[in-house]
């Protein structure tokens, strides 16, 4: 359970030693503080939710198979929960913090994540999960860097940035809150931030001649932006732990939850340059700045602003299927990312995913195959664990859009451990949507506009698509994956659109293997915060 600064610190101190003392692979400790604070990103105080007295919160800087010790204290007045968008918790669902596998922190307690990222890199972000939370802040970046003696496709830049971009609201989370639970849909958002502020708040110093990595992030609510650099190109090298063909873009769209690196030279005449970010797919657009300085500038920036794409959808779509695995690089291992040849493996299942937007008792609601989520009282995870009765029911969420109305249900979907899904997102609305698996990483094998068909197979990309944990659905559009099912646990499959994810649109997956191994699966941790029906069961 919860335990004092002191005590705490003589517990890793203790973890620290027997680490070292079996040469496991290296522990980063990590003490935060959550509290109310205020903030001010587009010029208007509100309150937000800082971690360490810091918005965005701090970065986690790891190496792969680096285990993270996280102890967060909740400092709050209602629970909290964090999750770690892309970090793919491998055996480990009991660290991923969402409802459906952990009970939240309540006020004044703390809980302490122990997380390994095992045979993961790449560019990520946390977040809280509960309540809305995230239209507060509370984020911050989680870049996990190749081991030493692992080569990466490309030289080592000169400096790397974190860009956590997204809209926001002037409004409390707890209005935003009040309207959803309301019944009704949010207002447009009345602006972009760049870490945690408005226009021209940041300035990124570059050398003229060098070359620099950003890692990009959209870490908004409700939609796509466009990132680009004044003047300057950018090679996109990894894509949420994919090294990528190196393809030139003058921008690039970034849909919700979604993460990428690009590397950019500064080759041009040393000057200050706009950093852009705007709103795709959107009547109006709204824009972020930042400064793109040269150490040796001769001056502020001049020109016309950079308008980049607007609600152009063959664009994106073109760019999304540019997006290559580089073939002959490692990845987080030494073996090169061509070796697993996700083509040639026979799927085992196809799921359909339809999104709809239906006003259940009179109140607007999202849902995926006609099935609204409504939590439960006692996290899934749990309730599986300790076979708990009454909380949720397996196979609560079909396979197929069933074509009726809207309904609540707490949906749980079950998998076998090791199958090979073949999942369809298919996307009947108007708006752009943006789907996270976690736990997995899948491959991206196709997506176009209309109707999914049995036909649409033959347009797969079998043979170097990225693989990724989050992907975009267009407007009457559909996406198509393979999922291997290589992780066991309860895993949420979400919108990343987080009133759609707030109001219903999200299930979870149970990966089940009947062998009840720690080969398959952590135990239940020790510290394991226990509510709901779980109360007074260890």
């Known amino acids: 359970m919860g ?17 070292c003392a079996r040469g496991e692979d290296p522990y980063r400790f990590y003490t ?4 109310y604070g205020d903030i001010y990103p587009l010029g ?9 007295w810091q918005f965005p919160g701090p970065q986690i800087e790891a190496v792969t198979n680096d285990n993270l010790i996280i102890n967060v204290f909740n400092s709050l007045d209602e629970p909290f929960l964090l999750s770690w968008n892309g970090v793919l918790q491998r055996r480990n669902s009991w660290q991923d913090g969402v409802y459906g596998t952990n ?5 004044g307690q703390n809980f302490t994540y122990v997380i390994q990222v095992k045979d993961q890199i790449g560019s990520y972000f946390y977040y809280p999960s509960l309540a809305f939370h995230k239209a507060a802040g509370g984020y911050g970046g989680f870049k996990i860097a190749s081991r030493p003696g692992i080569p990466v496709p490309f030289p080592p830049p000169a400096g790397e940035f ?20 309301g019944g009704s849909d949010l207002p447009f958002p009345d602006g972009l931030i760049i870490n945690g502020r408005g226009s021209n708040a940041y300035t990124f110093t570059v050398d003229q001649g060098k070359t620099y990595r950003f890692r990009i992030s959209n870490v908004g609510l409700t939609t796509s932006i466009n990132f680009r650099i004044q003047g300057h190109k950018m090679t996109i090298v990894e894509v949420e732990g994919t090294h990528t063909l190196q393809n030139i873009y003058d921008s690039l769209d970034v849909h919700l939850g979604q993460s990428y690196s690009v590397l950019v030279t500064a080759d041009q005449p040393p000057q200050d340059y706009l950093i852009v970010v705007t709103t795709r797919f959107t009547s109006q657009v709204l824009n972020a700045t930042s400064i793109f300085r040269y150490s040796n500038s001769g001056g502020s920036v001049t020109g016309l602003f950079p308008w980049g794409p607007t609600i152009q959808v063959d664009w994106s779509l073109n760019q999304a299927r540019s997006l290559r695995r580089n073939l002959t690089a490692s990845g987080p291992r030494p073996n090169p990312q061509g070796s697993y040849h996700y083509g040639l493996i026979n799927t085992t299942r196809t799921v359909r995913l339809q999104n709809s937007a239906p006003v259940i008792n009179g109140k607007q609601r999202y849902a995926v195959n006609s099935v609204s989520f409504i939590p439960a009282d006692t996290p899934l995870k749990l309730a599986d664990y300790y076979k708990i009765q009454g909380v949720f029911s397996l196979g609560s969420i079909s396979d197929n859009p069933t074509g009726g109305g809207g309904y609540l249900q707490t949906s749980v979907m079950e998998a076998d451990f090791r199958g090979f899904l073949e999942v369809v997102f298919e996307n009947t609305e108007d ?6 698996i976690d736990g997995h990483s899948f491959f991206v094998v196709g ?5 999914w068909s049995q036909a649409s197979r033959l347009g797969y990309n079998l043979r170097d698509t990225i693989s990724r944990s989050t992907v975009q659905v267009y407007p009457k559009s559909w996406t198509a994956l393979y999922v291997p099912l290589d992780n066991v646990g309860m895993w949420n499959v979400r ?3 987080w009133v759609h994810q707030y109001l219903g649109q999200q299930f979870y997956l149970r990966v089940y293997s009947p062998a009840n191994s720690w080969r398959d699966e952590y135990p239940i941790p020790s510290n394991a915060l226990r509510c709901g029906k779980a109360v007074g069961h260890y």
């Open 44 to 52: 208007v105080k509100q309150q937000g939710i800082l971690i360490n």
């Open 431 to 436: 708006t752009v949507e943006s789907w996270h």
């Open 103 to 107: 009970c939240p922190i309540p006020p």
């Open 3 to 19: 335990c004092s600064m002191r005590v705490c610190s003589v517990l890793f101190l203790t973890v620290l030693l027997v680490a």
């Open 162 to 181: 974190t860009i956590l971009a997204g809209d926001w609201y002037k409004r409390n989370h707890t209005d935003l809150r009040a309207i959803l639970d």
């Open 495 to 497: 919108s990343e659109n």
């Open 447 to 451: 997506m176009d506009g209309g109707q």
């Open 32 to 35: 935060w503080n959550v509290t």
